[in-house]
């Protein structure tokens, strides 16, 4: 069975400009979850996805990143125009869909490591 | 809010030295625990988890944890470490009802062989 999986592996853009990473969940995983890693800090939680919906979006920096997951398979994540500190990891990670309040397992992704110059 | 705080950014140990690495934690009220594991240039994946009951947790490659729930910590530990678990290690806390994990900022782990 396939991981979730992200592209790119890694982008290097300049200030101001506009990125997009994808992230594919494990295929019927109804939870997709993002998370982003800034250099030294810890991985933050930035918004979660049930199906096409966003349950959660208590995470996103701000109104330059704008998240989507249309069909409720894959998920993009823009971000525009792009900061200096926006630079980092971000990670994707799926998980079944529990019932009220249980939990299944997230699995990660490999992570997009995105540089802002 | 909930945070987890990991006492130790960096270890550097030889092999077949034991290995604790402390977590702590904020939340008093109902907590599920976890440790990540993240090798160089592979996925983060589930070390262990601790729900309930026996607080003395067992996960994967001989790894466990201790949920201490007067001290609100979740120690890892391995009585002898390999070269192979050269990694970075994060403690996390789930955010119940939220269903989002917070992370610790993660010790990386250099075992000597």
């Not at chain 1, 996103?60 to 993009?76: C, D, I, K, W």
């Not at chain 1, 823009?78 to 990670?91: H, I, N, R």
């Not at chain 2, 140990?13 to 990540?36: D, I, K, M, Q």
């Not at chain 2, 993240?38 to 262990?48: F, I, M």
Request: net charge neutral; charged share 20%; hydrophobic share 35%.
């Amino acid at each position: 069975e396939a991981g979730v999986t992200q592209f790119p592996s890694h982008s290097v853009i300049e200030k101001g400009q506009t990125v997009t990473l994808r992230c594919d969940p494990i295929s019927g995983h109804d939870n997709l979850y993002w998370y982003r890693r800034v250099m030294g800090k810890e991985i933050k939680f930035l918004l979660h996805f049930v199906k096409e919906s966003k349950q959660d979006e208590s995470g996103m920096p701000n109104n330059r990143f704008l998240a989507e997951r249309t069909g409720g398979t894959y998920s993009t994540l823009k971000v525009q125009p792009a900061e200096l500190e926006d630079s980092g990891v971000y990670f994707c990670a799926s998980s079944q869909r529990g019932g009220g309040f249980s939990y299944n397992e997230q699995f990660f992704g490999p992570g997009t490591r995105l540089t802002v110059l | 809010a909930q945070s987890v705080s990991q006492h130790n950014h960096h270890v550097i140990l030889s092999e077949a030295a034991s290995l604790e690495l402390g977590c702590n934690y904020s939340y008093g009220g109902t907590v599920n625990l976890f440790w990540y594991v993240q090798y160089p240039g592979q996925h983060l994946q589930l070390l262990l988890k601790y729900f309930s009951g026996d607080p003395l947790v067992k996960g994967i490659k001989g790894f466990e944890a201790e949920f201490i729930k007067s001290k609100f910590s979740f120690n890892l530990r391995k009585p002898s470490v390999q070269w192979s678990d050269t990694a970075e290690y994060f403690c996390a806390v789930l955010n119940t009802g939220f269903q989002k994990l917070v992370f610790g900022t993660g010790t990386r782990l250099l075992v000597s062989p």
